[in-house]
């Protein structure tokens, strides 16, 4: 083997150097806010500089946070909304993507461009409310599903995920008398889970970070997913509020540590799932993203 040249040592050396410094400016933000959240308030307030370890040790700050009911129904709510939001996005994704992905289906070409003309133009905000509230799913969790059921650009993925799967496996499936539900549900998704999985992965951090159709549909507390109530928590001064038990002086102070911990409960979730899925993304975004 050729070693490598002293310009390429350099580069390789320069692009290490910078990568690492780029992962490190990316990671520190976590870093500090789930360090401030375990820390002292008092010391935390005090502190000036780069946070590399917890300022003391507490955990009032958590403790306020899962007190809150507020908290745990956003939680619930949340929940629900992915969980049942996936299971409609991957069913009617899969179904477009199947049907656009077939070469016998006619007028394929017009529809792909009503299709594709939609992730550059929209009604607007007020007729998309009207719309939503005509149906009778405003101040509902399905105001929240329904709406956000396909994405234009993840069904164009998977369609040209679909298209990637050779024409034979479905031609014989047909010839044992498998019709087109058969050689989807077993043929066609089976051999796409790569692709699956980075739907999973952008729907679930979609429903999971959705925070303003809820401010636009719901108008029943108790509706509220998790990131709205952050929301309200970071920027509505909220956070006092939540300060269960605590005194009148020490109000202030916990309501610092109180947001670096509601940021934190409302982030470790879809940061659990994420090692589940990466050693899918790169492959499944690769599959969707090339034909052939």
Not at 127 to 149: C, E, M, R, S
Request: charged share 10%.
């Amino acid at each position: 083997m050729n070693r490598p040249t002293f310009p390429e040592r350099c580069f390789d050396m320069v692009n290490g150097l910078f990568l690492t410094a780029l992962m490190l400016l990316t990671i520190y933000p976590i870093i500090y806010v789930a360090f401030a959240s375990v820390s002292d308030a008092g010391q935390l307030m005090a502190f000036n500089g780069i946070l590399w370890k917890p300022l003391g040790l507490s955990f009032d700050a958590y403790s306020s946070v899962f007190a809150n009911p507020n908290i745990l129904k956003g939680y619930f709510n949340t929940f629900f909304v992915v969980v049942v939001g996936l299971m409609f996005n991957i069913l009617l994704t899969s179904l477009g993507a199947y049907s656009l992905s077939r070469k016998s289906l006619g007028y394929r070409k017009p529809i792909m461009l009503f299709i594709v003309f939609t992730m550059f133009f929209s009604g607007g905000l007020i007729p998309f409310y009207l719309t939503v509230k005509g149906v009778g799913l405003a101040n509902t969790l399905w105001a929240l599903i329904i709406p956000q059921a396909i994405n234009t650009f993840n069904l164009i993925l998977m369609k040209t995920a679909f298209e990637s799967i050779p024409d034979a496996l479905e031609e014989s499936a047909k010839m044992d008398g498998a019709n087109d539900f058969v050689i989807l549900f077993r043929i066609i998704l089976p051999l796409s889970m790569p692709v699956i999985a980075v739907m999973l992965l952008y729907y679930g951090v979609s429903h999971w970070n959705s925070w303003f159709h809820a401010l636009i549909f719901l108008q029943d507390r108790s509706m509220y997913p998790l990131q709205l109530i952050l929301r309200e928590i970071l920027l509505q001064g909220e956070a006092s509020a939540m300060a269960v038990g605590a005194s009148d002086s020490d109000v202030a102070m916990l309501s610092v540590t109180l947001k670096y911990a509601t940021i934190i409960v409302a982030t470790v979730p879809i940061l659990l799932v994420y090692p589940f899925l990466q050693k899918y993304f790169v492959k499944g975004a690769l599959i969707g993203a090339i034909k052939g």
